[in-house]
């Protein structure tokens, strides 16, 4: 039994961590999963802000064009150098305006030199427009934007500061990796105008500019999203671990509870958590140890020893009484009949039995086996009915009976004046032995009627010419009330209380010898 308790309670341990790891589990990948939405959705809005900033830089550009136009395909007079100056001087963000001719070849005017000529190559404009440059002539390590405005064979060429653009990708460079690309180049957050690939810098999202051919690309690292969870994911973080601690406790408590009464029992059987409690009878006139009755106790392992009231009435209802029974027989014979030749002379033990044991055979074998055990020195079996419910008679019953008593096996009517057992039937079940119910005992001395009562119950027996036993007897009047009668057994806790086998033969096999 201590064995299937130790087992039951790992297995309560394992199925619990393994409740706890499900959800923990789950929390893991719900905080994994919260923690890329939250890098993507994160990502995608600060892409929509780079990508207003940068549009916004290139209207300016566009601004600044616009406002050159009229001088395009003039001769670069000191009036336009000035004009020029001055477009840069007020739009923010342009820094260079040249004016050219040749589909933006041959670069005339420019605000910086004034007239000018010398050609370019204009090959790599994205969309005729664009141009991603890591710097010019005369800065040549400061990124720039070339902005080209088509008008037939001129054009005006704007430069944009690349400082203000690698500014913006920085800022909005939390938690992913923002870049500009124009064409086959791409610029970083550190302002490092580069012609490689760079998908291998984590996933890519990518945001397409609605006015200009450019877009921005913001790499997402989820192989190190980690860092990032208690950003998006805090609660997550907490729960999860509560709720698996919580699932964990509920499952351990869970499956302690086994479940339905019936459910308890099956379950109590399989544990063999049925056995067995002695109660000493005693002989009427010397008071010695002459038998035993066996009553069944539940060591439950979480309510501890329960009474047999608490579930005896289910147990027989439902048949599962018949496989305690023997469960019980089987613990009794163990402990017993190894001591067999310590037992008085003509010993009897008495166990309880009901209907559901008279569906089948059974019985008989599990008391073939009981007597059989005590060859060393033989005992008396004593089976006890209750007058409470009686046994309905039929040729299953009969026979039984008839074998039984072939055994050598003794029946006890239990609880005697409880019930309406008439003298057939007494004769047909062959009742050796008639038990007074404790409650006509209990009532001893109480009063004169009661007194009559019992005189009448004890009488009734004793026309019956059976061996009868008084249970129930707790006090020394109730021993000396029923002196006179010369009761051929007495039972109560006046001479012991049932008690578990090994202590019965401590108090009654060893010291008493
Ligand atoms: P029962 O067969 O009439 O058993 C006698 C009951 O009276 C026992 O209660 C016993 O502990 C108690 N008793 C004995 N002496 C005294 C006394 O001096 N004073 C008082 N107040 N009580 C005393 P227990 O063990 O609680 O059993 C209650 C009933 O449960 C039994 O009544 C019996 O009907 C049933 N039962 C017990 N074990 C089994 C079993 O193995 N199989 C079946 N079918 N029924 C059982
Ligand atoms: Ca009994
Ligand atoms: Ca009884």
């Known amino acids: 039994?201590?064995?299937?308790?130790?087992?039951?309670?790992?297995?309560?341990?394992?199925?619990?961590?393994?409740?706890?790891?499900?959800?923990?589990?789950?929390?893991?990948?719900?905080?994994?999963?919260?923690?890329?939405?939250?890098?993507?959705?994160?990502?995608?809005?600060?892409?929509?802000?780079?990508?207003?900033?940068?549009?916004?830089?290139?209207?300016?550009?566009?601004?600044?064009?616009?406002?050159?136009?009229?001088?395009?395909?003039?001769?670069?007079?000191?009036?336009?150098?000035?004009?020029?100056?001055?477009?840069?001087?007020?739009?923010?963000?342009?820094?260079?305006?040249?004016?050219?001719?040749?589909?933006?070849?041959?670069?005339?005017?420019?605000?910086?030199?004034?007239?000018?000529?010398?050609?370019?190559?204009?090959?790599?404009?994205?969309?005729?427009?664009?141009?991603?440059?890591?710097?010019?002539?005369?800065?040549?390590?400061?990124?720039?934007?070339?902005?080209?405005?088509?008008?037939?064979?001129?054009?005006?060429?704007?430069?944009?500061?690349?400082?203000?653009?690698?500014?913006?990708?920085?800022?909005?460079?939390?938690?992913?990796?923002?870049?500009?690309?124009?064409?086959?180049?791409?610029?970083?957050?550190?302002?490092?105008?580069?012609?490689?690939?760079?998908?291998?810098?984590?996933?890519?999202?990518?945001?397409?500019?609605a006015h200009y051919p450019y877009q921005v690309v913001a790499f997402v690292h989820h192989s190190s999203h980690w860092r990032y969870v208690l950003d998006y994911s805090p609660i997550s973080l907490f729960l999860f671990p509560m709720l698996g601690l919580f699932v964990g406790f509920i499952t351990f408590m869970a499956l302690g509870r086994v479940g339905t009464?019936?459910?308890?029992?099956?379950?109590?059987?399989?544990?063999?958590?049925?056995?067995?409690?002695?109660?000493?009878?005693?002989?009427?006139?010397?008071?010695?140890?002459?038998?035993?009755?066996?009553?069944?106790?539940?060591?439950?392992?979480?309510m501890g020893l329960r009474p047999p009231y608490h579930f005896i009435p289910l147990a027989e209802e439902s048949g599962l009484i018949v496989e305690m029974t023997r469960q019980m027989m089987a613990k009794t014979r163990d402990v017993y009949a190894p001591l067999a030749t310590q037992l008085p002379d003509h010993f009897h033990f008495a166990f309880n039995i009901?209907?559901?044991?008279?569906?089948?055979?059974?019985?008989?074998?599990?008391?073939?086996?009981?007597?059989?055990?005590?060859?060393?020195?033989?005992?008396?079996?004593?089976?006890?009915?209750?007058?409470?419910?009686?046994?309905?008679?039929?040729?299953?019953?009969?026979?039984?009976?008839?074998?039984?008593?072939r055994l050598g096996v003794l029946i006890a009517l239990d609880d005697f004046g409880t019930g309406h057992s008439s003298l057939t039937y007494l004769q047909k079940f062959h009742i050796d032995f008639l038990k007074i119910d404790q409650s006509f005992i209990g009532r001893i001395g109480t009063d004169a009627l009661s007194g009559h009562i019992v005189d009448n119950v004890i009488a009734l027996a004793k026309r019956l010419d059976m061996v009868i036993v008084a249970e129930g007897i707790e006090t020394q009047t109730q021993v000396d009330y029923l002196a006179p009668y010369r009761l051929d057994y007495l039972q109560g806790y006046f001479f012991g209380k049932p008690m578990p086998p090994e202590e019965f033969i401590r108090q009654w096999l060893e010291l008493k010898r």
């Open 1 to 209: 039994m201590f064995r299937a308790n130790i087992n039951k309670t790992r297995t309560r341990i394992a199925a619990s961590i393994i409740a706890f790891l499900l959800i923990v589990a789950l929390g893991i990948f719900s905080v994994s999963w919260q923690t890329s939405q939250g890098l993507n959705s994160d990502a995608q809005e600060r892409l929509g802000m780079a990508v207003q900033q940068v549009d916004m830089m290139l209207a300016n550009a566009q601004k600044a064009a616009k406002a050159v136009e009229p001088y395009l395909g003039k001769p670069c007079t000191q009036d336009v150098v000035l004009e020029l100056r001055r477009q840069i001087a007020i739009v923010p963000n342009v820094r260079t305006i040249n004016l050219a001719t040749e589909r933006g070849k041959n670069i005339y005017c420019t605000a910086l030199f004034g007239p000018r000529s010398g050609v370019i190559d204009n090959n790599h404009y994205v969309d005729n427009r664009l141009l991603l440059m890591s710097g010019n002539e005369i800065t040549p390590n400061h990124p720039l934007i070339a902005f080209r405005d088509l008008h037939g064979e001129n054009s005006i060429l704007i430069g944009v500061d690349g400082y203000y653009l690698h500014n913006i990708l920085n800022l909005l460079s939390t938690h992913s990796q923002m870049t500009l690309q124009i064409g086959d180049q791409w610029m970083d957050a550190q302002g490092k105008v580069h012609k490689t690939d760079n998908n291998n810098m984590g996933e890519r999202i990518q945001r397409n500019s």
């Open 261 to 302: 009464p019936l459910a308890m029992i099956k379950a109590g059987i399989a544990n063999q958590e049925f056995i067995p409690y002695v109660q000493p009878v005693v002989d009427g006139t010397h008071h010695q140890l002459t038998g035993c009755e066996i009553l069944m106790r539940w060591q439950h392992p979480q």
């Open 354 to 405: 009901c209907a559901s044991h008279f569906k089948d055979f059974s019985l008989l074998q599990d008391c073939k086996a009981f007597i059989d055990a005590f060859k060393a020195k033989p005992i008396i079996l004593v089976l006890e009915l209750t007058e409470r419910e009686l046994i309905v008679p039929s040729d299953t019953t009969d026979s039984l009976f008839k074998a039984l008593r």
